[in-house]
């Protein structure tokens, strides 16, 4: 029983405790073919990828996205925040933007730039 005593027994705790926060608004343009096989998503002239916390609020970023371009949501993720869209280059551009503007000033969220390769 000594040895249990003994021992340095080291713990560590992780907590995720998001900011409302935009961290990430990025437009891939042309992407090949190969990136919408492996996101399984049709294929379109862009890819938008948005990284949002609280998680849930990706939700409402689709939404926003959807109604201020045309764009399609390849793929909405409530529990880790993430949110992919395809549409062509500008309207992917929009799209974001819109999410970033919506959600500053309505919500007051801390917003990243729209980047884009």
Known sequence: MGDVFEKDTQRVIEESVPGK?????HVVASPVSDIYDRLGIDEAGAIGILAISP??????????????????I????????????TGDVQSVETALKAVNERLHD???????????T
């Not at 926060?21 to 608004?25: E, G, N, S």
């Not at 309505?106 to 884009?116: A, H, K, Q, W």
């Open 21 to 25: 926060q935009v961290t990430m608004a």
């Open 55 to 72: 998680y849930e609020t990706a939700i409402i970023a689709a939404d926003i996205a959807t109604k201020a371009a045309d764009v399609t």
């Open 74 to 85: 390849g793929f909405l993720d409530r529990f880790t925040g993430s949110v992919v869209l």
């Open 106 to 116: 309505l919500m007051g969220f801390d917003v990243c730039e729209v980047t884009r």
